[in-house]
């Protein structure tokens, strides 16, 4: 048997064998993940969308792989980036459900994460939007000092942020460890449980509102838009919710410009097209279908500018870009902004059934394309893949062993992300709000769950989910019963 190297790196927090970091001769691409939130499986063009078109996201399809079957780990935003940050399926232990703005970090900061991958491999890490995964080591945090742990701790190099989602307090930018722009004669306090402070809200001023709530986000009003819980002070720290996608833009585009001679991953999580919607002024009104067509133009011209940014500091065919979304699509989110009444004839989730929260393919099927034009010939894969397999992929691709025990749900897909092979996953769990199904092959089982029986579906033949045929297959129903009680365990 051979020795094992004992010399040991320390890297964000975690102890990495020297074996794994042993220096390899394959290509090192630079790594930028796109992630879209609340992005439907029909929302663009390349997808079948006819009532909007989104020609730059369309281009990344048509010169990559775009895959009919990729997944987000859950149909709801937290555990969904738990996963893809992880490997690991995110309900296997309690409180990484959707987070409050307060929340402290569930990522721990001893295991191997997406960005230690890179880290590990030499490449400069960062997060440029948004967050939503907890920071601080506790819910009660001193909002106008250092606050650690968050993405630095797990192994982001840079972070430029915002804590949890644009509907949720405090609404502020923080980078590094630090929010911008404090004030230490306005300090910030934040509170879920009860008001704070004199700031008006949207449920005793609905009159200050310019975008009206339809249901719970009426609490502290920042630029005229009522959020979920309680801030004050902090004045000149908020930001202006027209600027969040150009200016995580510009902090994506200065991390490119400032790395782009040495390999580099950026997880670009984009706000767009998350309520509340309210997008740069120039987009306002483009869509015909509304703040949330007109966001998903603003996302797509982003897409435009990073990848023109690319082609001009000649590392394009080199830049593996992928593009998904962290869950299905919704309307009606909290905010009365139309979405329903000028959706008109376009389908969000396209063919498929459920939205953001469903355990139908809906919820959790998402745009899923990778362009690396040096090595990915242009194609359409029909293979089942999830976001949660992209550290085990990376870390196999970089010839990294991973840590015993952790990213255990994660797969080595690499072959199949690149377009050398049509083999996917043979299962994949599904999350919905708070309950699981499991697919394998052609089949899905959903559980009984609330007051609804076990359901059956063959997706190859009812895709959208209609019939549900446990009575007819019940053996395969026992099948996929027993490989759901295998997973889980």
């Known amino acids: 048997m051979k020795k094992r190297h004992l010399l040991t790196l320390m890297i964000a927090g975690i102890f990495i064998p020297f074996s794994i970091v042993a220096q390899n001769k394959k290509s090192k691409p630079n790594v930028i993940f796109i992630y879209v939130d609340d992005l439907g499986y029909g929302d663009l063009s390349c997808y079948g969308a006819k009532a909007i078109s989104t020609p730059n996201t369309d281009k990344l399809a048509t010169n990559g792989l775009r895959f009919t079957r990729g997944h987000a780990t859950s149909a709801t935003c937290t555990p969904s980036r738990f996963g893809l940050m992880t490997g690991q399926y995110p309900w296997r232990k309690p409180g990484r459900n959707i987070l409050p703005g307060d929340a402290a970090l569930i990522i721990p900061t001893d295991q191997i994460t997406l960005p230690k991958v890179f880290k590990i491999?030499?490449?400069?890490?960062?997060?440029?939007?948004?967050?939503?995964?907890?920071?601080?080591?506790?819910?009660?945090?001193?909002?106008?000092?250092?606050?650690?742990?968050?993405?630095?701790?797990?192994?982001?190099?840079?972070?430029?942020?915002?804590?949890?989602?644009?509907?949720?307090?405090?609404?502020?930018?923080?980078?590094?460890?630090?929010?911008?722009?404090?004030?230490?004669?306005?300090?910030?306090?934040?509170?879920?449980?009860?008001?704070?402070?004199?700031?008006?809200?949207g449920k005793e001023h609905p009159e200050l509102l310019k975008l009206q709530s339809s249901v719970g986000h009426n609490h502290t009003i920042v630029n005229g838009i009522g959020r979920i819980g309680y801030m004050s002070g902090g004045k000149q720290t908020r930001w202006t919710d027209e600027e969040l996608g150009t200016t995580f833009l510009a902090k994506a585009q200065d991390f490119i410009a400032q790395n782009h001679k040495k390999p580099f991953f950026l997880y670009f999580a984009l706000h767009d097209i998350h309520v509340p919607r309210m997008p740069a002024t120039m987009f306002k009104g483009k869509s015909n279908l509304g703040y949330r067509g007109d966001a998903i133009l603003e996302m797509d011209w982003i897409v435009g500018q990073i990848t023109k940014q690319l082609h001009e500091l000649g590392i394009e065919q080199n830049t593996m870009i992928v593009?998904?979304?962290?869950?299905?699509?919704?309307?009606?989110?909290?905010?009365?902004?139309?979405?329903?009444?000028?959706?008109?004839?376009?389908?969000?989730?396209?063919?498929?059934?459920?939205?953001?929260?469903?355990?139908?393919?809906?919820?959790?099927?998402?745009?899923?394309?990778?362009?690396?034009?040096?090595?990915?010939?242009?194609?359409?894969?029909?293979?089942?893949?999830?976001?949660?397999?992209?550290?085990?992929?990376?870390?196999?691709?970089?010839?990294?062993?991973?840590?015993?025990?952790?990213?255990?749900?994660?797969?080595?897909?690499?072959?199949?992300?690149?377009?050398?092979?049509?083999?996917?996953?043979?299962?994949?769990?599904?999350?919905?709000?708070?309950?699981?199904?499991?697919?394998?092959?052609?089949?899905?089982?959903?559980?009984?769950?609330?007051?609804?029986?076990?359901?059956?579906?063959?997706?190859?033949?009812?895709?959208?989910?209609?019939?549900?045929?446990?009575?007819?297959?019940?053996?395969?129903a026992a099948i996929l019963e027993a490989l759901f009680k295998q997973e889980k365990n």
């Open 323 to 476: 593009f998904s979304s962290d869950n299905g699509p919704v309307l009606d989110d909290g905010y009365a902004d139309k979405a329903e009444e000028l959706n008109g004839i376009h389908s969000p989730a396209g063919p498929l059934r459920g939205w953001k929260t469903d355990l139908y393919e809906g919820g959790t099927r998402v745009p899923f394309i990778i362009s690396w034009p040096a090595h990915i010939k242009p194609a359409v894969s029909q293979e089942l893949v999830c976001q949660i397999d992209f550290v085990a992929s990376f870390a196999s691709y970089f010839n990294q062993k991973l840590p015993d025990g952790q990213a255990s749900d994660s797969q080595n897909l690499w072959d199949t992300f690149v377009g050398n092979a049509k083999q996917g996953r043979k299962t994949l769990i599904q999350e919905g709000y708070s309950n699981l199904a499991i697919v394998s092959g052609d089949w899905k089982y959903i559980p009984p769950f609330g007051k609804n029986g076990p359901q059956l579906y063959n997706l190859k033949e009812d895709l959208a989910e209609e019939i549900n045929v446990f009575d007819q297959f019940q053996e395969q």
């Open 121 to 201: 491999e030499g490449y400069t890490t960062a997060i440029i939007g948004k967050w939503h995964l907890g920071l601080g080591d506790q819910i009660n945090k001193d909002w106008n000092a250092d606050i650690k742990p968050g993405p630095n701790e797990v192994g982001f190099d840079y972070s430029y942020i915002f804590p949890a989602t644009a509907d949720r307090v405090p609404t502020v930018f923080m980078e590094n460890h630090r929010i911008i722009g404090l004030d230490p004669k306005d300090p910030i306090i934040v509170n879920y449980k009860s008001k704070i402070g004199n700031d008006p809200t």
